[in-house]
């Protein structure tokens, strides 16, 4: 992908989910309706660096694509101005080509394999709470946090939320009949892995414990979870690391205990907002610690006093922060600790730090460097304006 005239084709580097988010895995489908024609050919394939933001872009969501659908939503307002008016299909074709040129074959292969085994559990799995897995708000989310939705204002945000240091906000979210579910949904999730023997993939290489929960089924769910219900907080709080541009996400349960996961080691998530809320049981110790929003360049500097915050989880109780806060769980020293996880990606976002330098809108070392370099510039400009004040004098 480029922006104001690079090319993109032969794209290479990188993380491919860093480049364009994490795919959804599906099968590599054109998009195309049957008899349509082909659409026009392009020397190169560029993206406008500003988004029209008076277009309207159209909906794909009923296509099988290979990535989320909500990318192509994304990407069309930024669309050259003779691709805008043009149907559908052509500008699907058009922005399929740049995301697929981050993707090399054996990565596609990969991307089939693990839509295939998805299906294969959702094929298989039986569903134990059915309700889980669509969207049921009144049912899932306490009714303070519903009312500052639906009022959908900073400040009906702000009433709901402390934001204990910069950057992290708490709130209660989740109702206990909905923690209940969740816990005996993923209980029987692992009950039948175990019978079954079915291997299945975690939610990162960091545990050994959890599961993935698009890959059971709840993909949709979560998908309305991200659109609806965090995107509208992310847009006011977190709007410069594309809080108000999310278009895909990983959703996930982490289990924590002596016969689990202990504890997590210090990290940033790859996302932009992450969604962190304790769905239960009884448990001890557990502690989240924060230290400080970092770019790719400084994740391991070190932390400032004021960037030190640690956080006593509470079940329904919501975290919700910049994927880039550098964080950590201290151990569960007894009992059972689950967490669900959102983690909220930005296409657009991703591309768009490629081609920047400055984070310091977000990095808090990027923005102490651009500080200093300013009180040297003005020291500088004192000093030589006192030297030029007493060659005057003499």
Same mark, same amino acid.
């Given at each position: 992908?480029?922006?104001?005239? +690079?090319?993109?084709?032969?794209?290479?580097?990188?993380?491919?989910?860093?480049?364009?988010?994490?795919?959804?895995?599906?099968?590599?489908? &054109?998009?195309?309706?049957?008899?349509? +024609?082909?659409?026009?050919?392009?020397?190169?394939?560029?993206?406008?660096?500003?988004?029209?933001?008076?277009?309207? &872009?159209?909906?794909?969501?009923?296509?099988?694509?290979?990535?989320?659908?909500?990318?192509?939503?994304?990407?069309?307002?930024?669309?050259?101005?003779?691709?805008? &008016?043009?149907?559908?299909?052509?500008?699907?074709?058009?922005?399929?080509?740049?995301?697929?040129?981050?993707? &090399?074959?054996?990565?596609?292969?990969?991307?089939?394999?693990?839509?295939?085994?998805?299906?294969?559990?959702?094929?298989?799995?039986?569903?134990?709470?059915?309700?889980?897995?669509?969207?049921?708000?009144?049912?899932?989310?306490?009714?303070?946090?519903?009312?500052? $939705?639906?009022?959908?204002?900073?400040?009906?945000?702000?009433?709901?939320?402390?934001?204990?240091?910069?950057?992290?906000?708490?709130?209660?979210?989740?109702?206990?009949?909905?923690?209940?579910?969740?816990?005996?949904?993923?209980?029987?999730?692992?009950?039948?892995?175990?019978?079954?023997?079915?291997?299945?993939?975690?939610?990162?290489?960091?545990?050994?414990?959890?599961?993935?929960?698009?890959?059971?089924?709840?993909?949709?769910?979560?998908?309305?979870?991200?659109?609806?219900?965090?995107?509208?907080?992310?847009?006011?709080?977190?709007?410069?690391?594309?809080?108000?541009?999310?278009?895909?996400?990983?959703?996930?349960?982490?289990?924590?205990?002596?016969?689990?996961?202990?504890?997590?080691?210090?990290?940033?998530?790859?996302?932009?907002?992450?969604?962190?809320?304790?769905?239960?049981?009884?448990?001890?110790?557990?502690?989240?610690?924060?230290?400080?929003?970092?770019?790719?360049?400084?994740?391991?500097?070190?932390?400032?006093?004021?960037? $030190?915050?640690?956080?006593?989880?509470?079940?329904?109780?919501?975290?919700?922060?910049?994927?880039?806060?550098?964080?950590?769980?201290?151990?569960?020293?007894?009992?059972?600790? $689950?967490?669900?996880?959102?983690?909220?990606?930005?296409?657009?976002?991703?591309?768009?730090?490629?081609?920047?330098?400055?984070?310091?809108?977000?990095?808090?070392?990027?923005?102490?460097?651009?500080?200093?370099?300013?009180?040297?510039?003005? +020291? +500088?400009?004192?000093?030589?304006?006192?030297?030029?004040?007493?060659?005057?004098?003499?």
């Amino acid at each position: 992908m480029s922006f104001d005239g +690079a090319r993109t084709a032969g794209v290479s580097g990188g993380r491919p989910e860093q480049a364009i988010g994490r795919a959804n895995g599906g099968a590599l489908v &054109p998009g195309l309706k049957n008899g349509a +024609a082909p659409p026009p050919t392009y020397s190169t394939h560029k993206l406008r660096l500003n988004p029209n933001s008076d277009h309207r &872009p159209d909906n794909y969501e009923e296509l099988d694509l290979e990535f989320n659908p909500l990318i192509f939503s994304s990407l069309e307002r930024y669309l050259p101005p003779n691709l805008l &008016p043009q149907v559908r299909d052509v500008k699907l074709n058009y922005m399929r080509e740049i995301l697929l040129g981050y993707y &090399p074959e054996n990565e596609r292969i990969r991307l089939q394999k693990h839509r295939e085994y998805r299906q294969k559990i959702i094929s298989n799995y039986q569903r134990l709470h059915l309700e889980l897995y669509d969207m049921h708000p009144t049912n899932f989310f306490v009714p303070s946090f519903l009312k500052a $939705i639906n009022e959908n204002t900073e400040q009906a945000f702000r009433n709901i939320m402390s934001e204990p240091s910069p950057g992290i906000f708490t709130f209660e979210m989740l109702q206990p009949r909905f923690c209940e579910m969740l816990l005996a949904e993923v209980e029987n999730f692992e009950k039948w892995v175990h019978e079954t023997k079915f291997e299945i993939m975690r939610p990162s290489t960091m545990n050994k414990y959890g599961a993935v929960l698009d890959d059971f089924g709840m993909k949709n769910m979560l998908e309305k979870l991200m659109e609806d219900f965090i995107c509208p907080i992310s847009k006011v709080f977190f709007p410069e690391v594309g809080g108000s541009i999310l278009d895909s996400h990983h959703g996930f349960v982490l289990e924590y205990g002596i016969d689990r996961d202990v504890d997590q080691g210090f990290h940033v998530d790859d996302s932009e907002v992450s969604l962190n809320v304790c769905v239960g049981k009884q448990f001890s110790g557990g502690e989240l610690f924060f230290r400080g929003v970092r770019c790719d360049e400084h994740v391991n500097t070190e932390t400032q006093p004021e960037e $030190i915050y640690d956080y006593s989880q509470v079940p329904g109780r919501a975290v919700l922060h910049r994927g880039r806060h550098r964080h950590g769980a201290r151990a569960t020293t007894s009992g059972n600790r $689950i967490n669900l996880l959102l983690w909220c990606r930005s296409s657009v976002f991703r591309e768009s730090r490629k081609y920047q330098k400055d984070f310091s809108s977000w990095c808090a070392e990027c923005k102490r460097e651009k500080k200093e370099r300013h009180r040297q510039l003005v +020291a +500088a400009i004192d000093k030589d304006l006192l030297r030029r004040g007493g060659e005057t004098a003499t």
